[in-house]
């Protein structure tokens, strides 16, 4: 079973600051996919980054990037230039890639497996 | 934000009442998920549909019912829960693409329904 580990129950970091979130993750799979969601105050969770494991390239959005060791099954996540609305609960998730067969039948298992989470604050 | 949505927002019932939680997408999604958020728990996945049929159930309890009318609407029926069952309920939809080799799996989540059982 696949499992996700964020060491960081919280965060804090100052305004205009960089702010790393740690991530592992434990899986037999070769194809997977990883996510970080962001869940502010009010409560809407929101896709920030999301990595293949079949890319070597690290995934970059904008302030935000990600830091994937596939080997070492390490995801974290950079926040550059720190704004308050980034404070928030951020979630690692992890995703395996299903077989096409699946698909013919109607699509994919979806089962996305999400760690405890890291409460940041961002602090003015 | 408003691509899927979820009504009520909070919900206050007792054991023995009889509720249902409501979520509609509007991005022309083709699955729809269930997921239980705890304090100090992770997310639960609880109940995936794919086109309308339900192809994951995590060892949910009797007492959760889910319903998917069509591939924008869902429903989690609620009886006899416990005390245990309050929780935030987060209702998500994602677009499949058979046939491509790399689809995006990204889920959009709505707002909540904050549960709480008396």
């Known amino acids: 079973a696949q499992t996700v580990t964020q060491s960081q129950p919280e965060m804090s970091v100052q305004e205009a600051e960089t702010v790393t979130l740690s991530c592992t993750y434990d899986t037999s799979e070769n194809n997977y996919y990883l996510f970080w969601y962001k869940q502010p105050p009010s409560r809407q969770m929101i896709l920030v980054i999301r990595q293949e494991a079949y890319k070597q390239q690290n995934a970059t959005e904008n302030r935000f990037s990600v830091n994937f060791q596939k080997a070492a099954k390490s995801f974290s996540l950079k926040i550059s230039d720190s704004q308050l609305g980034d404070t928030a609960m951020y979630f690692c998730a992890f995703m395996k890639h299903s077989v096409p067969m699946k698909w013919y039948y109607g699509g994919s298992q979806g089962n996305l497996i999400f760690g405890k989470g890291t409460k940041l604050s961002v602090k003015p | 934000e408003t691509g899927v949505t979820q009504t009520p927002r909070h919900l206050v019932m007792g054991m023995t009442n009889k509720k249902s939680l409501k979520c509609e997408q509007h991005?022309?999604?083709?699955?729809m998920y269930w997921y239980k958020q705890s304090a100090k728990k992770p997310l639960e996945l609880m109940f995936v549909y794919n086109f309308k049929e339900q192809t994951e159930n995590n060892s949910v309890p009797s007492r959760f019912s889910p319903e998917c009318p069509n591939s924008s609407h869902l429903f989690l029926h609620l009886h006899t829960l416990q005390p245990e069952d309050s929780a935030l309920y987060l209702c998500?939809?994602?677009?499949?693409?058979?046939?491509?080799?790399?689809?995006?799996?990204?889920?959009?989540f709505g707002p909540g329904t904050r549960l709480t059982v008396t």
């Open positions: 998500a939809s994602s677009q499949d693409f058979p046939g491509e080799p790399r689809p995006s799996y990204e889920q959009y």
């Open positions: 991005l022309g999604h083709n699955a």
